[in-house]
T-cell receptor, first 117, second 112 residues
Framework: GAGVSQSPSNKVTEKGKDVELRCDPISGHTALYWYRQRLGQGLEFLIYFQGNSAPDKSGLPSDRFSAERTGESVSTLTIQRTQQEDSAVYLC???????????????FGPGTRLTVL | GEDVEQSLFLSVREGDSSVINCTYTDSSSTYLYWYKQEPGAGLQLLTYIFSNMDMKQDQRLTVLLNKKDKHLSLRIADTQTGDSAIYFCAETTTGGGNKLTFGTGTQLKVEL
């Protein structure tokens, strides 16, 4: 079965340009997450979508970052006016939220490596 | 606030056991996880433990949780060269929704 897919796999852009990163979650997964991994560091949470609820945007580092998700499908992470410190691997994950007791395992995509020159 | 720490590097010989350690500060952890990241690949969930358990075993993997000391460890028995990767511990917390807070990762190198 298909896992989480992300595109592009690599993106090189110039400082000041806008970029869009795409995530296709596993079909049927109600929750979708974006994380950022800077070189040599762990993952930082960015934003979380759960069904039709308002997204948890508490991890977005600045107002240059935004994300959208239509229903329970594709999500797009947009970074406006990119800066060199935005260079990182951007990882998307999805999970099926069962509710009640038990953990909702997050399945990760391969990531998009963003390089801002 | 949430803070998860790991040692950066571990080197072991093939066939030995590896123990990767993790400490966390948030006492409201609900689940704790171990993920594996190989070069050029996404994160793979290895195992997880509920915060009211103190041990979980899954084939070559043993997870130990000391909730009093906020210490989590992953033991890999009979370590193989294919186990070479970066290992991340992560937690979810009460009130934190399902977002994961990750440690900085431990690079495991398995030598022949």
């Amino acid at each position: 079965g298909a896992g989480v897919s992300q595109s592009p796999s690599n993106k090189v852009t110039e400082k000041g340009k806008d970029v869009e990163l795409r995530c296709d979650p596993i079909s049927g997964h109600t929750a979708l997450y974006w994380y950022r991994q800077r070189l040599g560091q762990g993952l930082e949470f960015l934003i979380y979508f759960q069904g039709n609820s308002a997204p948890d945007k508490s991890g977005l580092p600045s107002d240059r970052f935004s994300a959208e998700r239509t229903g329970e499908s594709v999500s797009t992470l947009t970074i406006q006016r990119t800066q060199q410190e935005d260079s990182a691997v951007y990882l998307c994950a999805s999970s099926y939220t069962r509710g009640g007791f038990g953990t909702d395992t997050q399945y990760f995509g391969p990531g998009t490596r963003l390089t801002v020159l | 606030g949430e803070d998860v720490e790991q040692s950066l590097f571990l080197s072991v010989r093939e066939g030995d056991s590896s123990v990767i350690n993790c400490t966390y500060t948030d006492s409201s952890s609900t689940y704790l996880y171990w993920y594996k990241q190989e070069p050029g690949a996404g994160l793979q969930l290895l195992t997880y433990i509920f915060s009211n358990m103190d041990m979980k075993q899954d084939q070559r993997l043993t997870v130990l949780l000391n909730k009093k000391d906020k210490h989590l460890s992953l033991r890999i028995a009979d370590t193989q060269t294919g186990d070479s990767a970066i290992y991340f511990c992560a937690e979810t917390t009460t009130g934190g929704g399902n977002k994961l807070t990750f440690g900085t990762g431990t690079q495991l190198k398995v030598e022949l």
